[in-house]
């Protein structure tokens, strides 16, 4: 008998706060980007940048519930204090939200950042 039990989705946060998610740029050959624009892309991209990083943002982003507690996705290949470090950095680069539920922190990619660095890389047709 398995004592798991599914927990409802909370809704993406809509404050100002730290957690609120803003779309990044527009895409790269729409026009050159502004120094803020550029600053939030490279944010975006030194924080994928490191490979434990982009495996813990890909398991928490293809977890089937859509969110990752910290329990789920530390098997990565480094000690559980660095798997907090690099969490913390992605939340830090907008990347991911948390929220703590008793002792486990549970970490989502909130929809608007994939769909902000899917557009950053789009390339726009241009008009002939």
Not at 9 to 36: H, I, K, M, Q, W
Not at 70 to 75: A, E, G, L, R, T
Request: proline share 9%; hydrophobic share 40%.
């Amino acid at each position: 008998m398995s004592n798991t039990k599914v927990l409802p989705l909370l809704e993406p946060e809509t404050s100002d706060g730290p957690e609120a998610v803003a779309p990044c740029c527009p895409p790269l050959t729409e026009r050159p980007f502004t120094a803020e624009e550029a600053e939030t892309a490279a944010r975006m991209f030194k924080a994928l940048g490191d490979p434990v990083r982009l495996r813990l943002f890909s398991a928490v982003a293809s977890h089937e519930s859509g969110e990752a507690c910290v329990c789920d996705i530390s098997d990565v290949g480094v000690s559980q204090p660095t798997v907090s470090h690099h969490l913390k950095k992605l939340k830090e680069a907008g990347l991911l939200t948390s929220e703590r539920r008793g002792t486990w922190v549970y970490y989502r990619v909130e929809p608007s950042v994939l769909t902000a660095m899917g557009k950053l890389l789009t390339v726009v047709p241009t008009a002939a």
